[in-house]
């Protein structure tokens, strides 16, 4: 990171972004051509390793891109305000971001499925239940993950007066 006075380096900072935000954003590529798509997300943080979780309609170009290329870059951001300045290049936001590399996997096993599903639905709703989806629910769907390999968290705060 170019910007290391804006680096977040705290692990438990870190993931507090990634509970606190509801969007995320996956960069796919096909041929050369990006593709980015803002996504609900859930997501699991166990022995030191990230993992998030998708769901999706079972065909659409994001689903072939992933068929055909699941290497994936994520990007999360939350906390954004405009920074006013009297001069138009003085202008600024804050913002916590979080952004990071991976692999996307289909989930095929429905208790798999369902742990995906569970978690997209904590993160969006802040309860951490237990849901039931009938089974035509589950066949309706593509639940997928992201092993993430790589992240990077970064800020800038709002100046304080």
Same mark, same amino acid.
């Given at each position: 990171?170019?910007?290391?006075?804006?680096? #977040?380096?705290? #692990?438990?900072?870190? =993931? !507090?972004?990634?509970?606190?935000?509801?969007?995320?954003?996956?960069?796919?590529?096909?041929?050369?051509?990006?593709?980015?798509?803002?996504?609900?997300?859930?997501?699991?943080?166990?022995?030191?390793?990230?993992?998030?979780?998708?769901? !999706?309609?079972?065909?659409?170009?994001?689903?072939?891109?992933?068929? $055909?290329? $699941?290497?994936?870059?994520?990007?999360?951001?939350?906390?954004?305000? =405009? #920074?006013?300045? +009297?001069?138009?290049?003085?202008? +600024?936001?804050?913002?916590? !971001? #979080?952004? +990071?590399?991976?692999?996307?996997?289909?989930?095929?096993?429905?208790?798999?499925?369902?742990? +995906?599903?569970?978690?997209?639905?904590? /993160? /969006?709703?802040?309860?951490?239940?237990?849901?039931?989806? !009938? /089974?035509?629910?589950?066949?309706?769907? @593509? @639940?997928?993950?992201?092993?993430?390999?790589?992240?990077?968290?970064?800020?800038?705060?709002?100046?304080?007066?």
């Amino acid at each position: 990171m170019r910007r290391k006075d804006k680096e #977040i380096t705290d #692990i438990d900072e870190k =993931l !507090s972004i990634i509970h606190k935000c509801k969007i995320c954003r996956i960069a796919l590529s096909e041929k050369n051509k990006p593709y980015i798509i803002p996504l609900n997300y859930g997501y699991n943080f166990e022995n030191n390793l990230l993992t998030l979780f998708f769901h !999706s309609a079972l065909e659409g170009k994001k689903m072939e891109m992933m068929k $055909n290329n $699941n290497h994936a870059c994520f990007e999360i951001d939350c906390d954004t305000k =405009l #920074i006013e300045a +009297g001069n138009p290049c003085k202008y +600024g936001y804050a913002f916590r !971001s #979080i952004i +990071g590399f991976g692999k996307i996997f289909f989930l095929e096993e429905t208790k798999e499925k369902i742990e +995906g599903l569970n978690r997209i639905m904590e /993160q /969006q709703t802040g309860k951490k239940e237990i849901y039931e989806y !009938s /089974q035509e629910a589950l066949n309706n769907v @593509v @639940v997928y993950k992201m092993a993430v390999e790589d992240f990077t968290g970064k800020q800038k705060d709002f100046p304080s007066n």
